[in-house]
């Protein structure tokens, strides 16, 4: 076709740069394959009957299920559709609790169809700062302040308009190896530098502040002046939940080197081990100041946790030792973008001022939250377990977040076919095994990894583990056997 | 403040040349004379009563609360607790038209909650692509393609996205003056080339192609190569909707200088002199193709129209004419930012599919979007016409958007009391209106004008507007009193 398009070559050559492997070519795949299965029934021609969608942290959608809380679908409902409030037929459907929080939001935000502020409806920042205040039991003097608070559309949003403001040629920003590719794919488009520093597998995907040191001598040595570090915890694709030592260290290292920290902590609900304690990075800084202090922004989403609200985009981050100046920046970028969806943010409110004791609301909710928490916990233990009586597999404990990472130590032969197919190993095994199986999981080449290493990450979240993870043993030792 | 954080000379210097006058300086101070009001009640001392927020098209704002469509939101309830659609007490509560649309989207979307694909519900891009073969009359053979079309949060995403894509340091794209400022500061922000061409005032704001050939020159004088063209059809903020002569040749320019055509069509249902028909980029392009075919994007959003649903965040754009490995790109990088959000595409459903004659929710549906038209019709004109009534005001008629875009003949005193203060001319114009009357516009020099010019840009949103002009017109007549 002959027409008037830039073709490819003309386009930005950072985003030809870019890549996003949770929703590359093997999601595509599985589409496909939904689409089949759905489109012929039962007499589709695939040698398995479902598609088992473990390769993105998405909750609710078809085939997981996991149901939305009850009391964030009815103040959703309510500040829609206004007329339910008053409507005498309507007055038996919504608890007290819900009907007074939709009045109070309304009060604030007007209606749910008008742009709000940029950095989100004050009141709905004001309860984020109180979340804080509590979360991280700080006292008066050192509470959160709602003009430091921005609400997003979902964590990602956040996360890409602060490399923005962060980015120059001649900087650039650690991130993690293993990372969520948001950070690999937005730094590319951005035309900086991704400064990787390796996280220690063999001691529970543990951060070494020495490799911190590495990756930082080695942008000094190539030019580049190290500017923020991306922490993720709990780690994401790790499962890895950091402790207050190494957070220590993190921030004098961060002090020593004047770099921002930015704290990817959205799941920081999602606790499968009673024993690990998680902690705000903020949270230390402002109690055990370090000279200087340290700049940090702290992300967190009501896409994850026990809410899992993804398709509403809906988030926040707080910025902590920001000064005036820089805030001025970050505040004019989002006012281009106008604001975040306002159901979003009302969701947010909901994440931060959940149903209390003595609410009307919070049995509901309770025992909803409890029960998604304990299927979560239940089945990361359930596939850690199973994944690592594998031949050919190990998989560290995954103590937080919705992920377990298993390493695969696939046969030379494998390694090889794959090479002649131009993917990585763990791309061709991937790939087998939705071929196979129908489950779709994302290949560790899209996380980074260290050169020879393979791994996949599989979601916690798709019910019937048992059934599924039986896919993956017959797969798995198939595979093994066939290339061995 | 000693901390580790970027200085701003640390920053993407990129972001540092942006600016957004829409959401300014002045926004926030009319949001501090707002708070102001709000906290002293009638104690407070300044010299008017409120705010009158005609700086943005966010027509359901407080002051200005354009009542959202009965429809949109009865749909978005039920989609958000969908446990209303079985419940025997709320059979009443809800027309049958909209009890079916919501079974049928949750049928498409799953749960509100969950990420969709990227792109936007497969059932719902295909209801707009068939908005759009109706809307433009096409034969099946021009109809249409699902895949081309793109949801996003809000035509302002698009366009980021698509600006991201095209932009490159060596090229530029051409913008009309004035413009809504997205474009600039995006561009700004990309660190690319803004190319203006001017509108001609004079002739009710049209588009002169010459004016686009003369921008296409100094371009390549300066070895950039243009790759895109903006239009803005109906005009913001000229209210101008253009010929479709004009809109031919516009065309036949991308045509020869191989442009992708960007048309931001959000004002389209926005149409107040009956006389006028406006017709899309697109339907031209199909049923008149240039050789080579011109590449076209065409923004349309749920803000604007009669619908006003801003906060929701909800648009989409259609790809024309692209070969497949430019969007390939672009749905790369609209994979980055995972979905927009899913309430947001269920109203671009309803905006693309509303009800019709002989459904339950038509009768109400029409008089509710017929009200709001007539509103915006009758304001506008008044508008136009008292101020063209003024001394030192002359205002084109303004036959489409949500804006009238007045220019302003400024004493040369007052001109130089803005230059001692550091403002244009149409700044401290605007600032001296607000500070007197609490009516907060937007100058023209936010939106670009030849150097010399003042402008201001007002909503047509706001009620009362025989009241809030005439406090323009008092404040008006004072200015140029004292500075004549």
Redesign the interface.
Known sequence: ????????T????A??Q???A??GPLATKA?HYRAHIKAKGDNHDLPFKSIVTAN?G?????GL?QP?LTFF??V???T???P?LD?P??Q??FPADVRARARELLAE??????????QGVPAIRQHVAEFITARDHLPAELAADPSNIFLT??A??GV?LIL?????KT?GILIPIPQYP?YT??LA??DTNALPYHLNEADDWSMDPQSVEDAIAEAHARDIAP??LVVINPGNPTGSVMQKETMQAVLDI??K?????LADEVYQVNIHDPAKEWVSFASLARKNPT?????IVSFHSI?KGVT??????GGYFELL???A??TA?IY??A??????????QIAVDCLVRPPKPGDESYPLYEKESTTIARALKERTETMVSKLNALPGISCQPSTGALYVYPRLYLPQRAKEEAKKRGQEPDEYYAECLLDETGICVTPGSGFGQREGESHIRLTVLCPGVDEYVGRIEKFHNAFMKKWE
């Open positions: 076709m002959t027409t008037t398009t830039s073709s490819p003309h386009l930005n050559p985003v030809l870019a890549s996003y949770v929703r589409e993105i998405n909750p609710q959608q078809a299920d939305p679908r009815q959703a409902a309510l829609e559709y206004t339910l409507d037929r309507a038996d459907l935000v007007g209606s749910t169809g008008a742009y709000s502020h940029s559309a979902g990602s949003q890409s923005q403001v962060l980015s120059t900087s948001l794919a937005t488009a951005l500017r923020a961060c002090a080197y004047h770099l921002v920290l000279e200087p202090k340290v700049a896409s899992g609200e993804c398709g509403r985009r030792n920001f000064p100046e820089v920046q004019k970028m006012s281009v973008g106008l604001c975040p969806p306002v159901q979003g």
